[in-house]
C-alpha cells in the first residue's frame, strides 16, 4: 500500500537549533515528493518538491529537502529555525500515474523564543 | 489572483443530515481534488476531478459521499446521513493541469464539518 511516514510527531526546538524532519515513502514506483506547511490559522502551503534532477532541493524560507531513492526517503531541514517557523509539516507524494497526494500524518514543530 | 475558496467555513449537523460542502478552485485550474483531514492527522485523498468527470474516486469511504463539478469550475462534496465519524475538516486543492502528477496542489482554507 501506498503510504508516508513521518518519524517525528511533535519537536520542539529553541530558536537557531538545527532541523530534520524525517519522511519515509512507500511506493515502488517514480514518485513526485512534496512537503506542506500549515501555520497556526493558516491554510496548506507548498513547501518545496521534487519532480526530478538534483536531490537537493532548495524551498521557500531556507528549507531543503534531499531525496535519497535508496533509502525511500524525503528529509526536510532547516541550518537554523526561527520562532516564526512554528507549524506542523506534511510529507507527502503522488506517483507518476496519478494526481493524488499521500500524506504523513504531519509532524508538528514548536520553535521556543 | 484569488486562492482556492471553500463554503461555509464551519457546518455542525446533527447526525443523519444531508450536508453539502462547495469549493470554488482558482480560476483556470482544470484538476480539483477533495481530501479529509481528521484531527491529528494528515490529510486523506477523497477523489479528484479533471474538468467534470472523477478521475479518481477511490478515496470516497462509502456510498453516503458524493461529489460533483458540473460544469468544470466549482464542486460541491455531499455527504447523506451523516455519521458522527464523518467529523473533519474537507479540504479542496486544485492544479493547473494533471499531467503525471507534476502538479502543485494548492490548497483552500477548508470546512470543519461537525457531526452531533
Known amino acids: 500500500a501506498q503510504s508516508v511516514s513521518q518519524h517525528n510527531h511533535h519537536v520542539i526546538l529553541s530558536e537557531a537549533a538545527s532541523l530534520e524532519l524525517g519522511c519515509n515513502y512507500s511506493?515502488?514506483?517514480?514518485?513526485?515528493l512534496f512537503w506542506y506547511v500549515q501555520y497556526p490559522g493558516q491554510h496548506l502551503q507548498l513547501l518545496l518538491k521534487?519532480?526530478?534532477?538534483?536531490?537537493l532541493v532548495k524551498g521557500i524560507k531556507g528549507f531543503e529537502a534531499e531525496f535519497i531513492k535508496s533509502k525511500f526517503s524525503f528529509n526536510l531541514r532547516k541550518p537554523s529555525v526561527q520562532w516564526s517557523d512554528t507549524a506542523e509539516y506534511f510529507c507527502?507524494?503522488?506517483?507518476?500515474?496519478?494526481?493524488?497526494?499521500?500524506f504523513g500524518q504531519g509532524t508538528t514543530l514548536q520553535v521556543k523564543p | 489572483g484569488a486562492g482556492v475558496s471553500q463554503t461555509p467555513s464551519n457546518k455542525v449537523t446533527e447526525k443523519g443530515k444531508y450536508v453539502e460542502l462547495r469549493c470554488d478552485p482558482i480560476?483556470?485550474?482544470?484538476?480539483l481534488y477533495w481530501y479529509r483531514q481528521s484531527l491529528g492527522q494528515g490529510p486523506e485523498f477523497l477523489i479528484y476531478f479533471q474538468g467534470t468527470g472523477a478521475a479518481d474516486d477511490s478515496g470516497l469511504p462509502n456510498d453516503r459521499f458524493f461529489a460533483v463539478r458540473p460544469e468544470g469550475s466549482v464542486s460541491t462534496l455531499k455527504i447523506q446521513r451523516t455519521e458522527r465519524g464523518d467529523s473533519a475538516v474537507y479540504l479542496c486543492?486544485?492544479?493547473?493541469?494533471?499531467?503525471?502528477?507534476?502538479?502543485?496542489?494548492?490548497f483552500g482554507p477548508g470546512t470543519r464539518l461537525t457531526v452531533l
Open positions: 507527502a507524494f503522488t506517483s507518476s500515474n496519478t494526481g493524488k497526494l499521500i
Open positions: 486543492a486544485s492544479s493547473r493541469e494533471l499531467a503525471g502528477g507534476y502538479n502543485e496542489q494548492f
Open positions: 521534487y519532480f526530478s534532477g538534483d536531490p
Open positions: 480560476s483556470g485550474h482544470t484538476a
Open positions: 511506493y515502488g514506483g517514480t514518485v513526485n
